[in-house]
């Protein structure tokens, strides 16, 4: 299971950083949906809804000790099911595919804008959408595991 979780891991962080490097290269604020979905070129500084903003060595090291403990985690435990190995490689594509950008770029590039009923929700990229369904992967396997669900595959 472990060449599983890595294997999403660099498909994510490749499919991350291509798709950021088109986006330096290429995009243009575009509109794609009027009121709900533009293409906005956005260096974040910051973190998620921009906290901590200029503060990168604090975001770096974060992700740093994010990454250690997802993968001090992964090689301790021998029952990782297919499940969790999906959410670990996705965290650990997305906590990546940002920390690449921090620390070559001096910010992430974001570019996904939405505004959902009126609220203008932060600009993400591919790394956040990874990291988020990481967590709900994750959070469904416990929530799974608390009802009396622990079947391992």
């Known amino acids: 299971m472990k060449k599983v979780i890595y294997l999403i891991a660099g498909i994510g962080i490749t499919l991350d950083q291509i798709v950021k ?7 243009t604020d575009k509109v794609i949906i009027p009121h709900f ?14 906290i901590l903003s200029n503060n990168m060595i604090i975001l770096i090291c974060i992700s740093v000790i994010t990454l250690l403990i997802i993968n001090k ?5 021998t ?23 921090r620390i070559f770029r001096g910010y992430v590039v974001d570019f996904l804008n939405f505004n959902i009923f009126g609220y203008n929700f932060p600009v993400f990229n591919i790394a956040d959408i990874l990291i988020v369904v990481g967590v709900i992967i994750m959070v469904i396997e416990v929530l799974g595991d608390l009802n009396g669900n622990k079947s391992r595959s």
Do not use: M, P, Q
């Open 21 to 27: 490097l088109l986006v330096c290269r290429y995009l």
């Open 37 to 50: 979905f533009n293409l906005t070129y956005v260096e974040n500084t910051g973190g998620a809804w921009g």
């Open 79 to 101: 029952l990782i099911t297919k499940l969790s190995s999906i959410s670990y490689g996705l965290l650990i594509g997305g906590i990546f595919g940002n920390l690449l950008d």
């Open 73 to 77: 985690y992964i090689y301790s435990n």
